[in-house]
């Protein structure tokens, strides 16, 4: 007896696309069944975000100031997201046993960080949409738009680019073991201080914000809060034009990046037969 | 047949001997983990990164406002108080993470538990490679601020005595702290890895840590009157920078003697409530089956 059972095989694009809804759906829908992340993801940055607002405070700052603090207290819900569950991401994936069942699915490695992309974009778009409403309420931020359609590009640039360069350092994290928790550890802080989280970044001196644009972040939140704020523009590093173009260059280069060093590290940690270690 | 096995007496320790193996071996333990991942001039580069940013995005932030004016009293209230908070991040999140440490990521805490150990000492041994971290961070913070901003840290008018006990008062403080939240971690499934940050976040803010309670609006100051933290960070303050602190109303009405009287206080309540806590929370991980549990949450 022989049995025989139809299997609907998809290839090309309708593939592509079915594997970044496939890796996006357990973020997007774990988000909504267990709705405590939420409240936990809410309140420490608004706990932080706080702390800073008083120090603002403390020292007589211009009302503009705890502006800045909201919208960076907010952005870090993106860059948290980008580096603990995208660049990391392969990592805890291979510690749980996970990446080996993705590289030998006959789909696409950039489908599935680009699922983890999209489903990291729809939770920490989330979560910095309700630390802004909640952070601009509880200290009275006021903000008035520029131009709309410049803010809205800022945003999405903003957006592709940052979740690229996640995309290609979660190929660096592919060869690493215990140190990768260490170096995710250690790009918070730092990077809060060279993106200029809660400051604009042009105090730091031109060579060293130019540095830090590297982070997309950095011109990203440079441009809308002079597109955001009342005199932003006084305290931008560039203008919005020269700032959305560097943009557009971050995101088609860490893109391609993304593509070329996946496939170079996937190359190297099969030879290497580091796909299914476990260094803990 | 029975077999009996006889433990030579020279092998057999008492109670307060296994207790001092058991925090030495987990401070190395705790040691070897946290270090020993890289060579020590990355860890070492490591390890200081972190911290001196933190104050770095505190300095930028006042050097801004104030056009860099860091001789005053404002600035070295909040430059002394971010350094030593180093310590409530490290110590009591510490503590606490081993649990997650070693249940969730190296997945031996139903090893430990099965090995003749006291476990809430072996907990608090694992913080000691946290507060050498601390301390280190702590001191090079301190040297930069005195270097380059203006910190007016002058040896000879520290007052020594009152900073070491102080000091020792408040770690210990902070490692019972921590204990309590590891009990507590046992018992959870979901947000355990937030659960030190959290508190630390929550002590950050309401501490007086980086700007004077009167600061907070008044209906919320009350908070920071009830946080351990509070007392800890005046007295090292005072210690340290008695002129600046003395410029400060938050707790001006009370002497050192009474500031000690608390925090020593804070810290009897703190080992009571933390051995209740963790025997309550210990029966019920082990009724429930929570030691050997990995969420990957």
């Given at each position: 007896m022989t049995l025989t059972a139809k299997v609907t095989k998809h290839s090309g694009l309708r593939l592509f696309l079915m594997t970044v809804f496939g890796r996006a759906y357990p973020r997007m829908v774990g988000m909504l069944r267990e709705r405590s992340w939420m409240l936990w993801e809410i309140i420490l940055p608004i706990l932080g975000v706080s702390a800073y607002v008083f120090i603002y405070r403390a020292i007589g700052a211009p009302e503009i100031y705890i502006g800045f603090v909201v919208m960076g207290g907010a952005m870090t819900a993106f860059w948290l997201n980008v580096l603990w569950s995208m660049s990391s991401q392969l990592y805890w994936e291979k510690e749980m046993g996970n990446l080996s069942l993705y590289i030998m699915a006959?789909?696409?490695?950039?489908?599935?960080?680009?699922?983890?992309?999209?489903?990291?974009?729809?939770?920490?778009?989330q979560r910095a949409l309700v630390i802004t409403i909640v952070g601009s309420w509880i200290f009275g931020v006021s903000y008035e738009v520029v131009s709309y359609w410049q803010l809205f590009a800022v945003f999405m640039l903003t957006m592709v680019a940052l979740y690229g360069l996640g995309m290609m350092t979660s190929s660096l994290f592919l060869l690493l073991s215990r140190e990768a928790w260490h170096l995710a550890n250690l790009?918070?802080?730092?990077?809060?201080?060279?993106?200029?989280?809660?400051?604009?970044?042009?105090?730091?001196?031109?060579?060293?914000?130019?540095?830090?644009?590297?982070?997309?972040?950095?011109?990203?939140m440079d441009a809308m809060r002079q597109l955001v704020f009342p005199d932003g523009s006084s305290l931008g590093f560039l203008s919005v034009d020269i700032e959305i173009a560097i943009l557009v260059g971050l995101s088609v280069l860490f893109v391609v990046g993304a593509k070329l060093m996946l496939d170079y590290m996937e190359r190297l940690a099969i030879r290497e037969g580091r796909l299914t270690e476990s260094k803990r | 047949m029975d077999a009996q096995i006889t433990i030579p007496q020279s092998r057999q320790d008492n109670t307060f001997q296994r207790l001092v193996r058991t925090f030495r071996v987990s401070a190395w333990l705790g040691?070897?983990?946290?270090?020993?991942?890289?060579?020590?001039?990355?860890?070492?580069?490591?390890a200081l990164i972190k911290p001196l940013a933190s104050a770095a995005i505190i300095v930028v932030m006042y050097g801004i406002i104030t056009q860099g004016d860091f001789g005053q009293p404002i600035f070295a209230y909040i430059f002394i108080g971010n350094?030593?908070?180093?310590?409530v991040g490290q110590v009591m999140s510490g503590v606490s993470w081993a649990v997650i440490d070693d249940r969730e990521?190296?997945?031996?805490?139903?090893?430990?538990?099965?090995?003749?150990?006291?476990?809430?000492?072996?907990?608090?041994?694992?913080?000691?490679?946290?507060?050498?971290?601390?301390?280190?961070?702590?001191?090079?913070?301190?040297?930069?601020?005195?270097?380059?901003l203006q910190i007016p840290l002058d040896l000879l008018q520290v007052d020594w005595l009152l900073f070491i006990v102080s000091l020792a008062i408040g770690?210990?403080?902070?490692?019972l702290m921590g204990l309590m939240l590891g009990s507590i971690v046992l018992l959870l499934v979901n947000h355990s890895f937030g659960m030190g940050e959290a508190v630390a976040g929550a002590?950050?803010?309401?501490?007086?840590?980086?700007?004077?309670?009167?600061?907070?609006?008044?209906?919320?100051?009350?908070?920071?009157?009830?946080?351990?933290?509070?007392?800890?960070?005046?007295l090292i303050r005072r210690a340290l920078l008695p002129d600046i602190a003395a410029g400060f109303p938050t707790l001006a009405s009370l002497s050192n003697g009474q500031l000690l009287g608390i925090m020593l206080g804070l810290t009897v309540f703190f080992a009571v409530a933390a051995f209740l806590t963790f025997n309550y929370c210990d029966r019920e991980a082990r009724e429930r089956g929570y030691i050997d549990r990995t969420t990957n949450y």
């Open positions: 006959p789909n696409s490695m950039m489908g599935i960080l680009l699922g983890m992309a999209v489903g990291g974009l729809f939770f920490a778009g790009a918070q802080e730092p990077i809060y201080l060279a993106s200029g989280f809660y400051f604009p970044v042009k105090n730091l001196t031109f060579w060293v914000a130019a540095g830090a644009s590297i982070i997309p972040l950095t011109m990203g | 040691w070897q983990i946290e270090a020993n991942w890289a060579d020590p001039l990355v860890f070492a580069i490591y350094a030593f908070y180093i310590y990521h190296y997945r031996m805490l139903k090893y430990v538990y099965i090995a003749p150990i006291h476990i809430p000492t072996y907990l608090l041994g694992r913080g000691v490679a946290k507060f050498v971290f601390a301390s280190i961070s702590v001191f090079v913070t301190l040297l930069a601020g005195v270097l380059f770690v210990n403080m902070l490692a002590l950050y803010l309401f501490s007086g840590a980086i700007f004077p309670l009167e600061v907070l609006p008044e209906w919320i100051r009350w908070v920071g009157f009830i946080m351990p933290v509070t007392y800890w960070l005046e």
